[in-house]
Structure formats: C-alpha cells, structure tokens
C-alpha cells in the first residue's frame, strides 16, 4: 500500500513566522511531488511541486525533497492569518496518479 | 473557461437513487481526473481519461460507479443504487498533458461537488 504521511495538526504558528509543513512517503519510485492549499468547504489549489533534490523557492514558499529519506517539506515564511488552510502532500511515481496525504491544518494567529 | 468546473455544487439524493456528476476541464487539457475526498482526508483517486479512454479505473470502489468522457472534453462520473457511504466531496482534475512533461501533466483541481446521501 502506497502511503504518504503527515501530520494532522493543527499547527499553529503566530504571524510572521515560519511555519514548516512536513510529509513523508512509502513508495521509492515516486518521482514528482506536490504541495496543495485547501480552504475550509473549498477545493485543492496548487501550491509548489518539486521533482528534484533539494529546494525550491517561490516567494514565501520553499519545498524541500530529500529522496533518499524519502521526506518532502514546505516552509511558509512571514506566515499570514491568510495562510490558515489545510496543507495537503502529494507523490506521484507515474505521471497520473496522485496519492495524498491527509494534510495538515495550519493555523496562523494574529 | 478559466478553470475547471464541476456541476452540482451540492447534491442530495436519497439512498438508492442514481446519481450524475458532471466535470468540465481546462480547455485544451487532454488529461482529466476523478477523486473522491471523504471528510478530513485527502483526495483518493478514481478513475484518468486521457482523452475518450479511462485509461485507468482502478480507483473506482466497485461496480456502481462508471465514468464517461465521449468527446474527450467534460465527463460525467455516474454512480447508480447511491449508498450512505458513497456522500463526500466528488473532485474533478485536468492536466494539459499526461506523460509528456512533469509540468505540463501537473493537475489543477475543480470546486467539487459534494454529496450527501440520505
């Protein structure tokens, strides 16, 4: 069974910090990866993928992989109230299947 | 349009009756995606068309949900003799591509529709 972990939370995180999502996978062929945002009662909107070791940065956000612990991070800097959502992780080992993860609640205070 | 779109928003039918869910992709995507997401989890898969074809229905719980795409542009997912456990939120995805670049098969997501069965 291919499984993808994280954790539920809530986590919470007091404005303008960073917060730091993280995700790990079972299955070592998985090649690409991705962070979705979702709002409460709304659907999953893309944030980030990664498909190569290492970072990568998009304005506030940086995914992190590491294939070989088999471990996918996000990290929100300067975290806003407007960032509060679900976070959810997601591997793909072909280039059609997404599995998810349950994802994490984020919340950032005030 | 600008995204893709699912139709209902909101649907409540009643244990047994026959349901129709209906997905309009991106324009121009080929690929397009079907999953379900149960309260406090996260999207499983269903059933990817690439184009006319399921070209994978693995995720389809049993043999009361079917899928169809007929010109390779909106799908309907149809389930028949609904159950309790069938209400959740019902997602339709489309990428641009499936199997040509990482990029361009990444999937974007729809609204959803979310069902309730009594």
């Known amino acids: 069974q291919k499984e993808v972990e994280q954790n539920s939370g809530p986590l919470s995180v007091p404005e303008g910090a960073i917060a730091s999502l993280n995700c790990t996978y079972s299955?070592?062929?998985?090649?690409?990866f991705f962070w979705y945002r979702q709002y409460s009662g709304k659907s999953p909107e893309l944030i980030m993928f990664i498909y190569s070791n290492g970072d990568k940065e998009d304005g506030r956000f940086t995914a992190q992989l590491n294939k070989a612990s088999q471990y996918v991070s996000l990290l929100i800097r300067d975290s806003q109230p407007s960032d509060s959502a679900t976070y959810l992780c997601a591997c793909s080992s072909g280039t059609y299947k997404y599995i998810f993860g349950t994802g994490t609640r984020l919340k950032v205070l005030a | 349009g600008a995204g893709v779109s699912q139709t209902p928003s909101n649907k409540v039918t009643e244990k047994g009756k026959y349901v129709e869910l209906r997905c309009d992709p991106i324009s121009g995507h080929t690929a397009l995606y079907w999953y379900r997401q149960s309260l406090g989890q996260g999207p499983e898969f269903l059933i990817y068309f690439q184009g006319t074809g399921a070209a994978d229905d693995s995720g389809l719980p049993n043999d009361r949900f079917f899928a169809v795409r007929p010109e390779g542009s909106v799908s309907t997912l149809k389930i028949q003799r609904t159950e309790r456990g069938d209400s959740a939120v019902y997602l339709c995805?489309?990428?641009?591509?499936?199997?040509?670049?990482?990029?361009?098969?990444?999937?974007?997501f729809g609204p959803g529709t979310r069902l309730t069965v009594l």
């Open positions: 995805a489309s990428s641009l591509t499936s199997g040509r670049t990482r990029s361009t098969d990444t999937q974007y």
């Open positions: 299955d070592r062929g998985s090649q690409s």
